[in-house]
């Protein structure tokens, strides 16, 4: 009797994923949480030949270095920055991510994140919430118009893309910054001009929208000195990564007024958040879900499950690695 390979899925996911993935392999799930430590994920990792991580997990050199018999690593995001990739590459494990499933639903949280931030959403709820609502006034919990603002994009890739599409449609201005310039033909479909410049970005928009992966260069590229360039009416809105922003420097410029507001689904040090954060009344504050629909995070479950049954039992399902 030939033996299945066994795989860890570090905690749950939809049962339509655990179910494909119990067809055809020796299947361990975790509890929330139990391996978003070095520690807990590099003790458990050596029994292994194919592990279902989540953005949580740390994937770093040392568990890499303790994953034996480690094969594929499936990570339930698009996002990969918690995997050491090139510690993967010399021991030849291959690493999946999630791309394109969640392109809309990350375009839709950030929008609803956009919206609730510039018009005082939760601000205006707890207003009311506390019995302080006394009636309609003409100058209460304002915000900009959509359709005179410009919208500055950093990161243009899918989910960049559809942000600036969906922001069209309400007559926003799209200004971005990329890596890499787009080509014209899509720059005329988008109807977005490119600058090479963040700070030029910073200076000329009125809602920043964060949208570039988490990489060396991408580090803390909202820092200090992109505050201090902004206007004092802008806002800034972060679905990528935490550490892409100084947290301590977003924290003094939204205390400080010397922006409107910001809107953040993704923090430095997630869970925990900037307790100056948490005290900025301006600050639109949610724990890491604009890509949360049931469509998008059950087929990001089964991209990642087709990733970890093509590497280990040779079967064809439609995936993406990175490594
Ligand atoms: C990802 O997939 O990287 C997202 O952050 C999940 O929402």
Known sequence: MTTRPRVLLTEPVFSEVSDLLEQHVELDIGRRG??????SLGDAICDYDGLLSML????????VERAQK?????NHAVGYNNIDTEACRKAGIRVANTPDVLTDATADGTLALLLAT????PASQDFLRNGEFDGWHPTTFLGPELKECTLGIIGMGRIGQAVALRCRSFGMKIMYHNRSRLNAKTERHLEAEYTSDPHHLAKSCDI???HCPLTDETHHIIDEAFFRSMKSSAYLINAARGPVVDETALARALHENQIAGAGIDVFE???KVHPDLLSAPNAVLVPHITSATYTTRRAMGMLAAGAILNELCGMDHKCNFVV
């Open 56 to 63: 949580s997990n740390p994937v770093t050199s040392s568990v």
């Open 70 to 74: 480690l094969r594929i690593i499936a």
């Open 208 to 210: 920043i929208t964060l």
């Open 269 to 271: 040090e997630e869970p």
């Open 34 to 39: 139990q391996y978003n430590s070095v520690k």
């Open 118 to 121: 510039v018009r005082h959403i």
